[in-house]
T-cell receptor
């Protein structure tokens, strides 16, 4: 049974560019949440998707947007990249918005 | 607002020692969940345990045990007879359960405790 998968593993971008990160949830999971983890910090909640809608959002600017597809996979888009966007981006899936979240290996984004 | 505090930034122990990782939380909700996750150097967060606010029973799973005390808003994690493979960053997290939305909200994490177990 495959766990949560994310792609790509690593990504290097320059300031002002746009990036798309992808996540496939565990089999049987329909809810996807995204987190940003800066170096030496705990993960910070970006948003959660359920039934193809953004259900809850953390304190992140509109430059961060997402999407959930009918197969429950999800994308995180970040526009106009800033140096401060450099972080590990973690995707988590759960059987429902109320259930335990299981995390993928993350995508490490470096903005130069 | 919810908050999780892990005051211990880094702990170093010798293999076979017992170690306790502290977690203190703040929330205004009466219904909430508490979690512990392990993050090894590979970066993936590994789920260890989830407890709801109505269940204060301590739990033991092999060498791991958890002590939940609502009176002190603490949810501490003890590793008995630590091993080198336990070396990782451990995160405590809180999820509120807002009645008005009917859904569990985001996970709020502490800053983590880095555990180093040496031979």
């Amino acid at each position: 049974d495959a766990g949560v998968t994310q792609s790509p593993t690593h990504l290097i971008k320059t300031r002002g560019q746009q990036v798309t990160l992808r996540c496939s949830p565990k089999s049987g999971h329909d809810t996807v949440s995204w987190y940003q983890q800066a170096l030496g910090q705990g993960p910070q909640f970006i948003f959660q998707y359920y039934e193809e809608e953004e259900r809850q959002r953390g304190n992140f600017p509109d430059r961060f947007s997402g999407h959930q597809f009918p197969n429950y996979s999800s994308e995180l888009n970040v526009n106009a990249l800033l140096l401060g966007d450099s972080a590990l981006y973690l995707c988590a899936s759960s059987e429902s918005p109320t259930d335990t979240q299981y995390f993928g290996p993350g995508t490490r984004l470096t903005v130069l | 607002a919810q908050k999780v505090t892990q005051a211990q930034t880094e702990i170093s122990v010798v293999e076979k020692e017992d170690v306790t990782l502290d977690c203190v939380y703040e929330t205004r909700d009466t219904t909430y969940y508490l979690f512990w996750y392990k993050q090894p150097p590979s970066g993936e967060l590994v789920f260890l345990i989830r407890r709801n606010s109505f269940d204060e029973q301590n739990e033991i799973s092999g060498r791991y045990s958890w002590n939940f005390q609502k009176s002190t808003s603490s949810f501490n994690f003890t590793i008995t007879a630590s091993q080198v493979v336990d070396s990782a960053v451990y995160f405590c997290a809180l999820s509120e359960f807002p009645v008005h939305t009917g859904t569990a909200s985001k996970l709020t994490f502490g800053t983590g405790t880095r555990l180093q177990v040496t031979l």
